[in-house]
């Protein structure tokens, strides 16, 4: 089955500064890639999601980009401001076939 | 609709007793997930349904899991004879599935705590 390791699991910035968060993953059919944020004591939300026909995507402030070759995506969050501060989670499935594989998580800390 | 809600917040059980977990998904959802989540870790897979059917369980889900979606709208999610190793939150989390994902919405999960 499939395997996504995530990295750092923790990472401190300062504000103003850019973050990046690297998964890997296991299973080459996978081609659904979704980033969830999760501030303490709240559910995971979705923030960006990339599917395996597009090398990069971006939506404002974050992107995100993956190599289908290598297997792995990374999150990208610039001019980082201290409401960033939360664990980031990625994910990867088979779109419509199998659920969602999380990593480990990132605890991304944005000091002011 | 106010999105995916679960049922109760907070469990604190005795071990070995029996518990049972409600998940009400966004209501035009088909597909359900249940989720596990311990403490500094990411949410790791249990088991979901496409409408009334379970499609796949973790095999690392123990026979003391059982869950069921019997109309293929809310959804329970049962342990049996409860130990320590259980205590986490339990998250439910819907999406409609057509030939893609879409995107899944979790709930705000259910912290169990076994005594």
């Known amino acids: 089955g499939e395997n996504v390791e995530q990295h750092p699991s923790t990472l401190s910035v300062q504000e103003g500064d850019s973050a990046v968060i690297k998964c890997t993953y296991s299973d080459s059919a996978s081609n659904y890639f979704p980033w969830y944020k999760q501030e303490l004591g709240k559910r995971p939300q979705l923030i960006i999601d990339i599917r395996s026909n597009v090398g990069e995507k971006k939506d404002q402030r974050i992107a995100v980009t993956l190599n289908k070759t290598a297997k792995h995506f990374s999150l990208h969050i610039t001019e980082t401001q201290p409401e960033d501060s939360a664990v980031y989670f990625c994910?990867?499935?088979?779109?419509?076939?199998?659920?969602?594989?999380f990593g480990k998580g990132t605890r991304l800390s944005v000091i002011a | 609709d106010t999105g995916v809600s679960q049922d109760p917040r907070h469990k604190i059980t005795k071990r070995g007793q029996n518990v049972t977990f409600r998940c009400d998904p966004i209501s035009e959802h088909n597909r359900l997930y249940w989720y596990r989540q311990t403490l500094g870790q990411g949410p790791e897979f249990l088991t979901y349904?496409?409408?009334?059917?379970?499609?796949?369980k973790s095999r690392l889900l123990s026979d003391r899991f059982s869950a069921e979606r019997p109309k293929g709208s809310f959804s329970t999610l049962e342990i049996q004879r409860t130990e320590q190793g259980d205590s986490a939150m339990y998250l439910c989390?819907?999406?409609?599935?057509?030939?893609?994902?879409?995107?899944?919405?979790f709930g705000q999960g259910t912290r169990l705590t076994v005594v």
């Open positions: 989390a819907s999406s409609l599935k057509t030939y893609v994902d879409t995107e899944a919405f």
């Open positions: 994910a990867a499935s088979i779109s419509g076939n199998t659920p969602l594989v």
């Open positions: 349904f496409q409408n009334e059917a379970q499609l796949e």
